[in-house]
């Protein structure tokens, strides 16, 4: 399945739409003020829900090889873009990932009609764990975790100074891991500092080989081992080569 469009940065959600609604008298005041007119932006949502809600709503609450790789190769699409800012999310999880139709009606669509239609667009939202660095020096090291602890990596684990790029990578194996077996992959702390993976045999059984293996390159407990940005998008199960 293609990848959405390169270089694609993340976009707002949010759409202005002018209407004559009515105001207070201190908002009068305030657009007397500062020469605005009555007319107030109102912000307005295009349905969506967050792929932990699509996750839950499929069936066997995880998602088949071809709809794992359409939302996977856009989160993926959206990291090296970051990447290549010098910016870091840290806090990627099924949560902080939106399906978004972009539908031009009002009436919402249920998350299994999102996944059906193939169409949709991912969207990965609330940057408040971000970082940013020039992306023309080399990344600095970090001491603080910042994310959602079922998703640190295993050097964050052993409270070790570690890399945010691959600190990212690893976030994208476990974020993987849910979309194809609807579980993490490390049933505890200690398996994830191994980055020893244990799913289901009977979910395994029903993985692609490619997509296993694209799993354990980004849940490497060896950060320099790891696998890259760049190296998992040009993986064979991302690019539909099995």
């Known amino acids: 399945m293609p990848a959405s469009e390169p270089a694609t940065p993340p976009k707002m959600f949010a759409s202005l739409k002018l209407r004559g609604t009515p105001v207070t008298d201190d908002d009068k005041l305030l657009d007397t003020h500062f020469g605005y007119n009555s007319a107030r932006p109102e912000i307005t949502r295009r349905p969506s829900h967050d792929l932990f809600e699509c996750i839950e709503q499929s069936e066997n609450k995880r998602l088949t090889d071809e709809q794992a790789r359409y939302v996977f190769a856009q989160v993926v699409d959206a990291v090296e873009y970051l990447d290549s800012l010098g910016i870091a999310h840290r806090d990627i999880k099924d949560e902080n990932v939106v399906i978004d139709k972009n539908l031009k009606v009002t009436t919402l669509f ?42 640190a990596s ?17 976030t994208l194996g476990v974020l993987l891991s849910y979309l194809l077996a609807g579980i993490s992959p490390f049933p505890n702390i200690r398996d994830a500092v191994d980055g020893r993976i244990s799913l289901p045999v009977n979910v395994v059984g029903e993985i692609s080989y490619e997509a296993m293996d694209l799993m354990r390159r980004c849940l490497n407990p060896n950060p320099r081992k790891r696998a890259t940005i760049s190296q998992v998008k040009a993986h064979p199960w991302l690019r539909g080569k099995q």
């Open 110 to 151: 249920s998350c299994r009609d999102f996944l059906l239609i193939m169409g949709f667009q991912v969207k990965l939202i609330d940057f408040g764990s971000a970082i940013g660095v020039d992306p023309s020096l080399p990344r600095p090291t970090y001491q603080i975790f910042y994310g959602t602890a079922a998703y």
């Open 154 to 170: 295993s050097e964050i684990l052993l409270k070790q100074e570690y890399k945010a790029a691959p600190a990212e990578i690893w």
